[in-house]
């Protein structure tokens, strides 16, 4: 016998609650296999119900990601600028990393949502206090974004190949047919390029280096 479907107790569906079944179902079924009806069938109302609270899926999509970005820790105060920067960015891909479903709406929506904005004037705030010029604070805010948002993408992706028993066959695979006559460094670096593609001490790497250019920047005479 099918159990019948749990409904929604008449006048308790929420935008809140509707927020919250949508992240559930986009990190069970992937954003690839999200949809206004699946978030109906989950809440047991009727798709037309979700209107009400969000005009399409892009509505929705961006009260997610809205949802999440709420997440990133504010910009610690009291220490050095540089600490400042690194803490942002590290909250924002740990919260990617805990969320992989935060990656895609970023890149899929970039511009959208006040949460994403609240960040952002985190971190430009940061950068003007720390004597950038306007160009220059929107310049590396852009170049940090990309690089978090980047590199945490990719890490994602490599951990899901990882977990892929045919994908991660064809990769090795594919490593181990290469010709060392052909692509020596390559070959003769295989070990060491596995160890880099994501992890704390990979993403610190990266951005310890686009600090030190940015510190250089600052004390460079103008």
């Not at 569906?13 to 206004?36: N, Q």
Request: proline share 6%.
């Amino acid at each position: 016998m099918t159990p019948a479907k749990t409904r929604t107790p008449r006048n308790t569906l929420s935008a809140e609650l509707i927020v919250r079944t949508a992240l559930d179902l986009m990190e069970t079924k992937g954003l690839d296999a999200f949809s206004l009806r699946g978030v109906a069938a989950a809440l047991g109302v009727g798709p037309m119900a979700l209107y009400t609270y969000f005009r399409n899926k892009d509505d929705l999509y961006d009260a997610v990601r809205d949802h999440l970005m709420a997440l990133v820790p504010d910009v610690p105060a009291d220490v050095p600028w540089p600490d400042q920067v690194r803490a942002v960015c590290r909250g924002l891909r740990t919260l990617m990393l805990e969320h992989p479903c935060l990656a895609q709406l970023l890149s899929g929506r970039p511009l959208s949502g006040h949460e994403t904005a609240r960040t952002a004037e985190g971190l430009l705030g940061v950068l003007r206090s720390a004597g950038f010029d306007k160009e220059t604070a929107a310049r590396t805010h852009t170049t940090l974004f990309t690089y978090v948002l980047g590199s945490t993408s990719w890490e994602i992706q490599m951990a899901a190949e990882r977990r892929d028993p045919d994908a991660w066959r064809r990769l090795r695979t594919t490593m181990e047919s290469l010709s060392s006559a052909e692509f020596p460094t390559v070959v003769g670096l295989a070990p060491e390029l596995a160890r880099t593609t994501g992890g704390d001490e990979q993403f610190d790497y990266g951005l310890d280096l686009l600090l030190a250019g940015l510190e250089a920047k600052v004390r460079r005479p103008a």
